[in-house]
């Protein structure tokens, strides 16, 4: 009998934890393109969250995919705020299908870090970022008056998934390919990989480095961060600017969103660039419909390195300088613009061609368009 009563016990206690695992919010993502969406981030509403489950438990919340009851890598995004603002879920979704994912109040396992992003004191005020994909930097006030300084993205090439920031800082070589990668992308006097500037006169004006800055969120799925440009002078104008980027487990583009302040007047035309090399062909890519991209030819042993951007309309025109291609738009004061850009590295083994580089350009550009949707309910 007391044995009988043990096992009664047990099982009840078993049968009391499973109902308690099982969670009561669902979460369904649906696909309604007909392009398959692979290890795609996507954004649930906290506030939806609340609406059903008032009182989870941020330390205790496990997101699993319902029929197959595999755990899925999540993170809680605060833009910068003491409140979270979204769950962001990693999971692939099939052209035209959905996916159901259960919210169970369980311990989850640590999660993989993806993305990454520092102010990097220790190397004249440098602000690196990267994912399991790419890296990238931008450069700092110190590093203004020297014979380093420039102002644009420049391309940390890597293929590893494993984060590579600190320890390339940390020996110092990062010129050198030490098995996963290197930084030998070359910025100068240009906008580098994607990077913004007011274009007026028919020339480009650089504000000059960031001076401050703010990191938003730190991994593991996602890391966005503000640089912050006090004003300066564009043809007699004061302008100053926030950046915030963002960058995305999985992803070879930023999400830059850019706000210029000025005065006398709503509108500054503004060019996104990138750094041309000395070759006789350009193999290029300027779509009419804001897609532009290049290939750049092989740097000896180094490799190739593919860079682009996603413009949020039609650019007013594209312009070829001896040294940049320029994608000219138009920003008004004090609006956000937004648009992506980014690069891929052919020894990454991932996007070894021109084509294969500007086709996922394209493809990026219909995701934008056509987004994943998400629905949060009672289980």
Known sequence: MKRFLILFLVFAYGLYFD????????????????????????????????????????????????????????QLEYKGSKNVQHLLLQLSVPAGKTVTLLIKNAKPSPEVVKT?????????DDFAWENDKIAFRMYGKALENTKENAHGIDVWAKRTTKMVINERYKLDKYHIDNGDGLDYYHVGKTLGAGNIAPYI?????????????????????????????????????????????????????????????????????VAIGF????????????????????????????????????????????????????????????????????????????????????EYLKTYKKYLAAPLTVKVSKK
Do not use: C, M
Request: net charge positive; proline share 6%.
């Open 275 to 358: 750094i041309l090399r000395n070759e006789p062909d350009k193999i290029s890519l300027t779509d009419p419909n804001g897609i532009v991209g290049y290939w750049e030819p092989a740097h000896g042993e180094d490799g190739i390195i593919g860079v682009g951007a996603i413009l949020p309309n039609k650019p007013k025109k594209y312009v070829w300088q001896k040294k940049q291609l320029l994608a000219v738009s138009a920003v008004n004061n004090g609006q956000p613009f937004i648009y992506y850009a980014g690069a891929a590295w052919n020894k990454a083994g991932e996007i070894t061609s021109s084509e294969q580089w500007f």
């Open 116 to 124: 990454f992003a520092r102010f990097v004191p220790e190397r004249k």
């Open 19 to 74: 109902v308690a695992a099982q969670g009561t919010v669902k979460i369904t993502v649906a696909n309604k393109s007909d392009i398959s969406r692979k290890d795609a981030v996507v954004e649930v509403p906290w506030a939806d969250i609340l609406k059903v489950s008032p009182n989870i438990d941020t330390a205790n919340l496990l997101v699993v995919q319902a029929l197959a009851k595999q755990a899925v890598a999540h």
């Open 201 to 269: 006169a028919d020339s480009v004006w650089y504000l000059g480095n960031y001076t401050s800055y703010k990191v938003l969120d730190n991994g593991p799925l996602r890391s966005t961060f503000q640089l912050i440009y006090p004003a300066a002078n564009a043809d007699g104008l004061k302008i100053s600017a926030v950046k915030t980027i963002t960058l995305d487990a999985g992803s070879q583009l930023n999400k830059i969103s850019q706000i210029y302040s000025f005065d006398k007047q709503t509108e500054i035309p």
